[in-house]
């Protein structure tokens, strides 16, 4: 999730390597190292943000196929059926 946020903050960047803010390595679109510029309590807080709404999408999507399963049966619909009409 850190290659994402230095993405989100830093629309500059091109490249990251590494997996850690200790051995990260960032390059602009030029070829430039800016890994000297980055802002790590930023990027920590970013990742925080981009994790927390990425379990929300994932919370989401799971509330919204078990609505749609009920709203499947309600309409008379069996579980077999909806399994495989939908793949739900």
Excluded: C, Q
Aim: aromatic share 6%; charged share 25%; net charge negative.
């Amino acid at each position: 999730m850190i290659h994402e946020a230095i993405y989100s903050l830093y629309p500059n960047a091109r490249t990251v390597d590494g997996d850690t803010f200790e051995t990260i390595t960032v390059w602009d679109a030029s070829g430039s190292d800016i890994t000297s510029s980055l802002d790590k309590s930023a990027i920590d807080a970013e990742v925080v943000s981009l994790t927390a709404a990425a379990e929300a999408d994932a919370l989401k999507a799971a509330s919204d196929l078990t609505s749609a399963k009920s709203k499947l049966e309600g309409l008379g619909l069996s579980i077999d059926e909806i399994k495989v009409a939908f793949g739900i």
